[in-house]
């Protein structure tokens, strides 16, 4: 077999057996305890993330999936010109940043807020700086998916209320799927 350094003492030996990481007994103790001392800190950092997690509240989790979402619409709406104004990411910003702009906004319409149809990729002058480019926004949109959905959107006033676990499973598909998307453009 050929030879190999040692992981703990790094000098050179020649191993018995083709899977030893260590030259003797003292090294292989020392690489058990770091070892068994890794694995320990793995398990407390579980443990920590699931105390965390469990002391979460709703808005903390509506907060994240919020996020998971936004991120998802970017992804999906990448290439794609700004819904108000048509500019491409490209043209205007160093760095090609959209956000996620909302037709109806969250404030205003918050049983919208996860509503694929509600959400587009929008340049942050149209969304930040003009406060969403409503009119523009809406012609847009109507191009997009169609006038008879717009007025669907604009007439839906129904309340809804998301409970943690849907807002906890939301979170973890639309991360997924922005991956995804990424990773087809080849961003990741």
């Given at each position: 077999?050929?030879?190999?350094?040692?992981?703990v003492?790094?000098a050179d030996?020649?191993?018995?057996r083709?899977?030893?990481s260590?030259c003797g007994p003292?090294?292989?103790v020392?690489?058990?305890?770091?070892?068994?001392?890794n694995?320990r800190?793995?398990?407390?950092?579980k443990?920590l993330r699931?105390?965390?997690?469990?002391?979460k509240?709703?808005s903390?989790?509506i907060?994240?999936?919020q996020v998971a979402f936004?991120?998802y619409?970017?992804?999906r709406?990448?290439g794609k010109?700004c819904?108000?104004?048509?500019?491409?990411e490209?043209?205007?910003?160093?760095?090609g940043h959209?956000?996620?702009g909302h037709?109806?906004s969250t404030g205003a319409?918050?049983?919208?807020r996860y509503?694929?149809?509600?959400?587009?990729?929008q340049?942050k002058?149209?969304?930040r700086?003009l406060?969403?480019n409503a009119?523009?926004?809406?012609?847009?949109?109507?191009?997009?998916?169609?006038?008879e959905?717009?007025s669907?959107?604009?007439?839906?006033?129904q309340?809804?209320?998301?409970d943690?676990?849907?807002?906890?499973?939301?979170?973890?598909?639309?991360?997924r799927?922005?991956?995804?998307?990424?990773?087809l453009r080849g961003l990741?």
């Open positions: 077999m050929r030879a190999k350094v040692c992981k003492c790094k030996f020649n191993p018995m083709s899977l030893q260590v003292r090294c292989a020392k690489h058990s305890s770091l070892t068994n001392t694995a800190e793995k398990s407390a950092r443990a699931k105390r965390k997690e469990a002391l509240t709703r903390d989790w907060k994240e999936a936004n991120a619409i970017r992804a709406d990448y010109p819904i108000s104004c048509g500019c491409f490209q043209e205007r910003f160093t760095g959209f956000d996620c037709y109806r319409a918050a049983h919208l509503h694929f149809l509600n959400a587009a990729g340049c002058r149209c969304n700086d406060s969403g009119v523009e926004y809406r012609m847009g949109l109507s191009r997009r998916i169609g006038m959905r717009v669907r959107l604009e007439r839906d006033n309340p809804r209320s998301f943690m676990e849907y807002l906890k499973r939301l979170k973890r598909i639309l991360s799927r922005a991956r995804h998307y990424k990773k990741l």
